[in-house]
Each structure stands twice: as C-alpha cells, then as structure tokens.
C-alpha cells in the first residue's frame, strides 16, 4: 500500500488571490484574512501561507492587480490614435470608471494599512507611472511647457479626478438641484479639469 501523497492544488495562489478580489468586491479589505480566504477554496489554514506569509502580503497583491488593471488601460489609451489632450481625458475617465465598478479595492490601493503611515514601494511605483503617463500626454498636448509646470498641471488635473471619485465613492457631492449637466457628471468634471490643465 502506497504512502498517501500530500495535498497539492494547482494555482493556489491564483485562487486566493480571486477569493480574495470576490471578498473585497463585496465586503472591503478589513475584515479579509487568510484563513477566511482558505475556507472559500477550501484548503486547509496553513496552504496560503505558501503563497502569502502574512495578511499584509495577500492584501499587497491584491492592489498590485488593481494598479496592473489601470496600468493595462492606460497602455491602450497611449496606444491609440487619440490627440494627446483627449488621451489625457481618457485617462481621467478610465479612472473614475474603474472606480465606480472597484470602490473597496480602490480603498484597498489608496486609503489603507498599505498606504498609511507610509505607502508601499511597489504602489509608489504604480503611482509614479500613472503620473509619468499623464504627464507625457500633457507634454505632448503642449510642447514647451517646462517640467516645473508640467508637473503643477499632472498634480491639478489628477487631485480634481481623485477628488471626485473619491467624494462621489463617499456619498459627500451634494450639487444645488437641477445644477447636474445634462451629460455624464464623470465626463463633465473631467473635461473642465483637462481644459484647465491644457490652457494656454
């Protein structure tokens, strides 16, 4: 009689890491643990530790994913046969969509354990491509402008879409009644913050 083999399960890491994304989804990231998520695939307490040593590391990628997500869009973006200023719109807009569809993994990317009181150096890594690419199509939208500038403008322009992603995810934006534009708000914000961040 052969010696029962030890339990093995192909793509474990991968399956966490979408119980863990389901979790966040549905629940945010605070009350997210390990041993919940080795429940869900159901594996035993001690198989995730294989893939992440500790809560901190599970939630790390988990963020890293939704920052690969947002990197992955704005590659098409700067792909595109787009002017650089609508390029620079899209980025905003491709924002607050994915923000919109991923409020608590958005939380979980910007506003938690990973992030305070010092971000992680991956997501400061993410967070520096994401105004590298921003501020390239700003660039390119105005040839000449000097770095210093440059830079104001990137910060101006994404402080305005943060901001509102970050109010309308809270329930905090109370506009005066009948004072919505008739298109899409999400739209409208971002082409007043572009037009600002463009201007001559």
Same mark, same amino acid.
């Given at each position: ?5 030890p339990? /093995?399960?192909?793509?474990? +890491? %991968?399956? #966490? *890491?979408? @119980? ?10 605070? &009350? ?12 035993s307490p001690?198989?995730?530790y /294989?893939h992440?040593?500790? +809560? %901190?590391? #599970? *939630?790390? @990628? ?6 690969q997500?947002?990197?992955? &869009? ?22 607050? +969509? ?18 305070s009181?010092v971000t ?36 101006a ?16 934006i ?7 534009p008739?298109?899409?708000i999400?739209?409208?914000?971002v ?10």
């Open positions: 009689m052969s010696a029962k083999k339990y /093995h399960r192909e793509n474990l +890491r %991968r399956d #966490l *890491l979408d @119980a863990g994304r389901e979790y966040v989804r549905n629940h945010g990231h605070h &009350g997210l643990s390990i041993r919940t998520l080795a429940q869900q695939v159901g594996v001690g198989a995730p /294989h992440f040593p500790d +809560r %901190r590391s #599970l *939630l790390l @990628a988990l963020a890293v994913e939704g920052f997500e947002m990197l992955d &869009g704005a590659e098409q973006v700067r792909a595109s046969a787009l002017s650089p200023g609508d390029k620079l719109r899209k980025m905003g807009i491709l924002f607050i +969509r994915f923000a919109e569809t991923n409020p608590y993994l958005l939380d979980l990317m910007y506003e938690s354990e990973l992030t009181p992680d150096p991956q997501l400061v890594e993410f967070q520096l491509q994401g105004h590298g690419g921003l501020r390239e199509h700003l660039a390119a939208a105005l040839p000449g402008i000097s770095d210093e500038e440059a830079d104001l403008r990137v910060i322009y994404w402080s305005a879409i943060y901001g509102f992603s970050s109010m309308r995810r809270k329930g905090v109370h506009p005066s009644e009948g004072a919505l008739s298109v899409d999400a739209e409208a914000i082409n007043r913050a572009a037009l600002a961040a463009l201007a001559d």
